[in-house]
T-cell receptor
Framework: GAGVSQSPSNKVTEKGKDVELRCDPI?????LYWYRQSLGQGLEFLIY????????KSGLPSDRFSAERTGGSVSTLTIQRTQQEDSAVYLC????????????????FGPGTRLTVL | AQSVAQPEDQVNVAEGNPLTVKCTYS??????LFWYVQYPNRGLQFLLK??????LVKGSYGFEAEFNKSQTSFHLKKPSALVSDSALYFC?????????????FGKGTKLSVKP
């Protein structure tokens, strides 16, 4: 079946511009995760959605970052006034999470969006 | 706090030889452990996971991992390496301490398999 998809695959933007990254999870997966992969920081967790709700936004690196999820499906990660340090690969993952907290379900990742801020 | 360590930045193996990629963890509670592989310009691909039960877990592409509770390790292994196994490998632990279940990753180990 279809996996997690992300768009765009590559985004080059100028410092100070806003960008929007999209994630389409596997159908039926209730949990959605955003991660960021950069050379200096490795893989870091940004935000988690259970359904449309994000219970904790403290993983977002600054208040320029926001995310939403609608209809329990597609999620968008928005970065306002982009800075060069935002350059990274943004990865989205989804998992079934039928058992809620302490779930052992596997997270499946999309191909990522490579963001370059000039 | 949960953490994962991959002590080797790079592992070099000759094709046909066995390979081991090391991972150690520190968790409170049950260790839900995962291995992912990343090929160039691709996302992370799930290989295998340990939740409970048999300490030897078998996964995709002939990979397996051995969970060792006393050594807090979860090393990835393959009996006979292929050139196509060359990639970046990440060990991860599921963190339910903050009730979000996000993965905490090691820094990754680059595996290079030479013909």
């Amino acid at each position: 079946g279809a996996g997690v998809s992300q768009s765009p695959s590559n985004k080059v933007t100028e410092k100070g511009k806003d960008v929007e990254l999209r994630c389409d999870p596997i159908s039926g997966h209730t949990a959605l995760y955003w991660y960021r992969q950069s050379l200096g920081q490795g893989l870091e967790f940004l935000i988690y959605f259970q359904g449309n709700s994000a219970p904790d936004k403290s993983g977002l690196p600054s208040d320029r970052f926001s995310a939403e999820r609608t209809g329990g499906s597609v999620s968008t990660l928005t970065i306002q006034r982009t800075q060069q340090e935002d350059s990274a690969v943004y990865l989205c993952a989804s998992s079934l999470e039928t058992s809620g907290g302490d779930s052992t379900d596997t997270q499946y990742f999309g191909p990522g969006t490579r963001l370059t801020v000039l | 706090a949960q953490s994962v360590a991959q002590p080797e930045d790079q592992v070099n193996v000759a094709e046909g030889n066995p390979l081991t990629v090391k991972c150690t963890y520190s968790v409170s509670g049950n260790p839900y452990l995962f291995w992912y592989v990343q090929y160039p310009n691709r996302g992370l691909q799930f290989l295998l996971k340990y939740i409970t039960g048999d300490n030897l877990v078998k996964g995709s592409y002939g990979f397996e991992a051995e969970f060792n509770k006393s050594q807090t390790s979860f090393h990835l292994k393959k009996p006979s390496a292929l050139v196509s196994d060359s990639a970046l490998y990440f060990c991860a632990v599921r963190d339910w301490g903050g009730s979000q279940g996000n993965l905490i990753f090691g820094k990754g180990t680059k595996l290079s398999v030479k013909p």
